[in-house]
């Protein structure tokens, strides 16, 4: 799943954006920006809230209920701001989190994020960094969903979102979590995927 997911997220943010192209080939021609640079002088530009669920059918990965899920970025390197391959050399960081409604596993986390914006309303995105949970280790645990094999994994994530306003978004967010195989135990991962609400401040 983990591959499928780099896999996806390649040809998501890459490859089909001519915009996204020209703009690297054009470093200093103005760009789209997703969400305005904050104006307020805090520290994060942007907050995400929404809901999630299990999206691996087999059974050994189900997950029961939903995710309450939320996520604060901010933009140090002046990410929104850089254009071309400059943009690539400057990600957001981000950090988050998700509930579970009916015992699964909680998460934490904290990344990288980059944007391509394909049109001034419509943008995708990639994330990478690590999360912390409180879900199963192994089968001896007793519970029914994932074997994760270790309390630290890899978090990825692709979205692609659409600005209704110049501080309202929609974003339809899939994300994955494992350990790669870099750990010892099961790895069956988590993998999530749903709907959330971005706000720029």
């Excluded at 969400?35 to 299990?54: K, M, Q, S, Y």
């Excluded at 990639?126 to 949970?133: A, K, N, Q, V």
Aim: aromatic letters at 10%; proline letters at 4%.
């Amino acid at each position: 799943m983990m591959h499928k997911l780099y896999a996806l997220a390649v040809i998501a943010v890459l490859l089909p954006t001519g915009a996204f192209a020209a703009d690297l080939s054009a470093p200093e021609a103005p760009i789209a920006m997703a969400a305005p640079v904050n104006e307020t002088g805090g520290i994060f530009d942007e907050a995400r809230f929404g809901i999630l669920t299990g999206v691996d059918n087999s059974d050994v990965n189900e997950e029961d209920g939903a995710f309450v899920t939320g996520m604060l970025f901010f933009d140090p390197w002046g990410h929104m701001e850089a254009a071309g391959w400059d943009r690539l050399l400057r990600p957001r960081i981000h950090v988050g989190g998700s509930i579970a409604t009916e015992g699964e596993a909680n998460q934490v986390y904290a990344g990288f994020s980059w944007t391509a914006n394909v049109t001034d309303r419509f943008f995708l995105e990639l994330g990478f960094g690590g999360t912390l949970h409180d879900g199963d280790l192994d089968i001896g645990e007793g519970g029914d969903g994932p074997k994760l094999g270790c309390r630290a994994l890899f978090h990825e994530y692709v979205a692609a979102g659409f600005n209704v306003t110049d501080r309202w978004s929609v974003i339809a967010h899939l994300e994955h979590s494992s350990h790669a195989n870099l750990c010892d135990g099961p790895n069956n991962g988590l993998s999530r995927g749903g709907v959330m609400v971005g706000y720029t401040f």
